[in-house]
């Protein structure tokens, strides 16, 4: 029996159905870093979850999020934004607080207004400002693919762990 993978489309996914791919796939991306990434059950001082670098030096509070975006609820709490921009699939990872003070220098007047009335405000897409000020705080994904290829075994063979191979294809930078 063979195991045939689909690719889904990320788009049909629900909500909390994207939340979780995002966790998956930034985990992934952070553990070439050296960071290990644990989920919170719930929103912990404002974070989603936890990445701490295996040197054991560096633990950071993450929010995930779909896009860029600030909230009076983080200023203050050391928490990190992680979001991948829908428009080129790259991953950004800022403090919150930080890059706030940057960002609001180019707020428009309307943006400013949702913001001083106690709401957070997000950007659907980035501006030439945004991608400069973020470009420090990109986390560059090696672009690759894994895939994984079982040695067929003969009839009777036993399965051994050194019948599993990786190969992986080096596609080019991101």
């Known amino acids: 029996m063979s195991l045939k993978l689909h690719r889904i489309k990320y788009a049909e996914l629900s909500s909390r159905q ?6 998956q796939k930034i985990s992934g991306i952070l553990a070439d870093y050296g960071y290990q990434t644990i989920r919170l059950t719930d929103d912990w001082n404002g974070a989603d979850f936890i990445a701490q670098h295996v040197s054991g030096n560096v633990i950071l509070r993450i929010q995930l999020k779909g896009r860029m975006g ?12 992680c979001f991948r921009d829908q428009y080129t ?22 943006e400013s207004e949702v913001w001083r009335s106690g709401k957070g405000y997000s950007f659907p ?19 690759r693919v894994s895939r994984f290829k079982l040695i067929k075994r003969r009839a009777g063979q036993r399965h051994k762990p050194a019948d599993i191979y990786s190969t992986v294809i080096v596609k080019g930078g991101s």
């Open 125 to 143: 897409r980035l501006s030439e400002d945004h991608r400069r000020i973020l470009e420090p705080y990109r986390v560059r994904a090696e672009s």
């Open 70 to 81: 600030f909230h009076h609820k983080y200023q203050g709490k050391d928490i990190w934004i």
């Open 89 to 110: 699939s790259r991953w950004f990872l800022y403090p919150h607080d930080n890059v706030f003070r940057m960002i609001k220098r180019f707020m428009t007047k309307r």
């Open 18 to 23: 994207k939340e979780n791919y995002n966790f």
